[in-house]
């Protein structure tokens, strides 16, 4: 049985940028002898990466009610701009790790609403980066999951649009052309991630050429679950791990080749115990 890895697996920039931050207030907070450092939902979206940031003293924590005072790491995908203020009205001293990428985003739809357009956001309702944007967008703005959901929505004839970072391109341009059938004038922004792109393409391209792949990453995160579909699209059979200990030999019985791809936020080292027990067990 061959074993391929996918060409772009690791943390992407805006990962590694939240955890050296989250160190390095650490770091300070044990210097100052206050050592109270807190990320308000998980940081990334990776349980080890949660796990192993907890056990160094990093307190994950979901409403700031929970706490008083100390450091609040700002998690990659951002929080709206009322948290923000909600934070320093409390004398927390924040430490932003929006991934610069989801800044970019806040920016652009601060801008476009300076100018009056309606912000459409194509992505996860629910997902933490677009409730983070959604605060930027003001009352009247709209978010689209998929194209049915235009039917049910009031739209202005001034659209500004932006799509959440983890998106399939495919989606986001199926969507924003049926924008541009409804509306005078619209302002588009490609806001999906480079870094996500590689890993879709890697994962796409991996997928085609063997029996059977296998994602690494968190359950919970946005960008691993794309691999996943990416690979369910192309009819590949395909598990989502988030670590050695969930392999299951039964799932090799008569493969030849096994794709091994990982979401943005899952360490190398989680990907490589994964090769490493499949191949002791060949
Ligand atoms: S996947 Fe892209 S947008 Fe998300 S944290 Fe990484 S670099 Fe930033």
């Known amino acids: 049985m061959q074993i391929l890895v996918a060409?772009?697996?690791?943390?992407?920039?805006?990962?590694?940028?939240?955890?050296?931050?989250?160190?390095?207030?650490?770091?300070?907070?044990?210097?100052?002898?206050?050592?109270?450092?807190?990320?308000?939902?998980?940081?990334v979206h990776n349980p080890q990466v949660v796990r192993q940031l907890e056990k160094d003293g990093i307190i994950t924590i979901n409403d700031l009610k929970e706490i008083?005072?100390?450091?609040?790491?700002?998690?990659?995908?951002?929080?709206?701009p009322l948290v923000l203020s909600d934070a320093e009205n409390k004398g927390l001293t924040i430490i932003d790790a929006t991934c610069p990428l989801v800044q970019r985003i806040h920016k652009i739809v601060t801008n476009l609403k300076k100018e009056n357009y309606q912000i459409i956001i194509i992505g996860h309702k629910d997902h933490p980066e677009v409730v983070g944007i959604a605060g930027?967008?003001?009352?009247?703005?709209?978010?689209?999951?998929?194209?049915?959901?235009?039917?049910?929505?009031?739209?202005?004839?001034?659209?500004?649009?932006?799509?959440?970072?983890?998106?399939?391109?495919?989606?986001?341009?199926?969507i924003v052309l049926n924008l541009i059938e409804k509306a005078y004038e619209c302002r588009i922004y490609n806001t999906i991630c480079f870094e996500t792109q590689a890993r879709?393409?890697?994962?796409?391209d991996l997928a085609k050429e063997v029996d059977l792949m296998l994602v690494v990453g968190g359950k919970n995160s946005s960008n691993t679950k794309r691999l996943l579909e990416i690979c369910k699209e192309l009819n590949t059979p395909v598990y989502l791990i988030e670590g050695a200990k969930d392999l299951k030999f039964s799932w090799f019985n008569l493969k030849k080749k096994i794709g091994l791809t990982a979401g943005a936020s899952t360490p190398i080292r989680i990907t490589q115990e994964v090769l490493k027990k499949i191949k002791n067990n060949k």
């Open 136 to 174: 930027y967008a003001g009352k009247d703005h709209q978010v689209i999951e998929k194209i049915e959901d235009l039917e049910k929505i009031k739209l202005d004839k001034k659209l500004g649009i932006v799509g959440q970072t983890t998106l399939f391109i495919d989606n986001f341009q199926k």
């Open 7 to 43: 060409k772009k697996i690791g943390f992407c920039f805006g990962v590694k940028r939240a955890i050296e931050l989250a160190y390095q207030t650490l770091e300070k907070s044990k210097s100052e002898n206050s050592p109270l450092v807190f990320t308000l939902g998980p940081i």
């Open 68 to 80: 008083k005072k100390g450091y609040l790491l700002i998690r990659t995908h951002g929080v709206p």
């Open 200 to 204: 879709q393409k890697a994962t796409l």
